[in-house]
């Protein structure tokens, strides 16, 4: 403490002797949002002190004069200052507009959303003058130069590009001159940090040349290596039955596509009995030539002995086996030729 405010001090306090028999008001207390105007260290009972809104804040009702009373005191504040407020912000397009509150003070954030970069200030303080301190940013979309081209390939845009910039989710489709092969990415993207996605390579691809199937043979059967997509075509030999899609194709792995399988044919082991096939009941020997093709289904009968009745079953050839049904049972070559009339086939048939 200066000397000067030590005597001063001491001026004051002999002054405030002089006068203790009276009791003043000193400086009213008020809140942050409050001004005193005119203040003074020391008010005599009965008067007023003006009080008023500091910058930022507007009168909210109350009064705006307090009065010192003759006990030396200032009685309640009533005056009620209200924060400003700043005109209300929309989201930048492409942005966003975080904020709790549009008062004087709040502070409001500004992002821009993936692939768009933020051109102004990321952040605006509402002000004593219910301003915003900065105007909202404006959200660019990123951009990216025309797409890289793989060698011995080309890239089909979405869209024509407008000169050779493109903005951010600009894409298209890389295609390689055939008979090369597309190795990685077919889709192109401008992406959000203005590079390309990376682009694949076009390669030759060489399958070799196709080897023959059991029982089967290339159509037009040219031994030779063939490139990426080239198909070759395969038969069955007669009474086989292909199982599998008839063309092969040289795959992007230099392999050839899974070829077919050529499926044998079944021999109906019944030496006596009667069969039903094709729609049609007949006995086996007229059964000519006893073949039936893979997948195809035959019946045999066979005896219910409970009820004496004869059933149907069927079976059916798989790949050169045909199992015939266990309740089958092979008659005597005296019973097929003396009493054919009560074989299973030839009896009622069960209900
Ligand atoms: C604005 O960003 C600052 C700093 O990242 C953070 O402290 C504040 O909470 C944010 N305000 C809003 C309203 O999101
Ligand atoms: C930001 O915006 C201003 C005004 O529109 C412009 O002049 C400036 O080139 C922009 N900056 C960038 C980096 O795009
Ligand atoms: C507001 O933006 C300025 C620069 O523009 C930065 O320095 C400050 O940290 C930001 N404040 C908040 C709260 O994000
Ligand atoms: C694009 O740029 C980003 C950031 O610099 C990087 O992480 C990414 O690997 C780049 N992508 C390509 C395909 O070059």
Same mark, same amino acid.
């Given at each position: ?15 405030? $002797? ?35 809104? $500091? ?156 080897? $023959? ?53 079944? %021999? ?10 094709? $729609? ?56 097929? %030729? ?14």
């Amino acid at each position: 403490m200066s000397l000067r405010v030590t005597l001063l001090l001491l001026f004051e306090l002999s002054l405030y $002797a002089a006068v203790s028999s009276k009791k003043v008001c000193g400086r009213p207390t008020v809140s942050g949002e409050v001004e005193v105007e005119a203040l003074q260290r020391v008010y005599e009972p009965g008067e007023e002190a003006v009080l008023s809104c $500091a910058p930022g804040y507007v009168r909210a009702g109350g009064s705006r004069v307090i009065i010192c009373t003759r006990d030396g005191d200032w009685g309640k504040v009533s005056l009620k200052c209200a924060p400003k407020s700043c005109p209300p912000l929309n989201d930048p397009t492409h942005g966003t507009a975080e904020f709790i509150n549009i008062v004087y003070k709040s502070t409001i954030n500004y992002t821009c959303d993936e692939g768009y970069i933020l051109n102004g200030t990321t952040n605006s303080t509402c002000m004593h003058d219910g301003k915003w301190s900065h105007p909202p940013p404006v959200c660019e979309p990123v951009t990216c130069g025309l797409a890289p081209i793989p060698i011995y390939g080309k890239i089909v845009y979405d869209k024509k590009p407008v000169g050779d910039i493109v903005t951010f989710g600009f894409g298209g489709r890389y295609e390689c001159l055939p008979p090369l092969a597309l190795f990685g990415n077919e889709k192109a993207s401008c992406t959000a940090h203005g590079n390309w996605t990376v682009p694949p390579e076009c390669r030759i691809v060489v399958c070799p040349a196709p080897t $023959a199937i059991p029982h089967g043979f290339i159509t037009f059967a040219v031994k030779r290596e063939h490139g990426y997509k080239e198909r070759v075509k395969y038969g069955c030999d007669a009474n086989y039955v292909m199982d599998g899609a008839p063309e092969i194709e040289c795959e992007k792995t230099s392999q050839w596509s899974t070829k077919p399988v050529c499926r044998a044919p079944c %021999t109906v082991n019944v030496k006596r009995g009667r069969i039903f096939y094709n $729609a049609k009941k007949m006995w086996i020997e007229d059964f000519k030539p006893n073949r039936l093709l893979h997948n195809e289904y035959v019946v045999v009968y066979c005896l219910n002995k409970e009820n004496k009745c004869g059933y149907p079953v069927a079976t059916q050839c798989i790949d050169g086996t045909l199992k015939i049904p266990e309740c089958y049972e092979e008659p005597s070559g005296t019973t097929y %030729t003396l009493n054919s009339k009560s074989l299973p086939s030839e009896i009622k048939m069960c209900p």
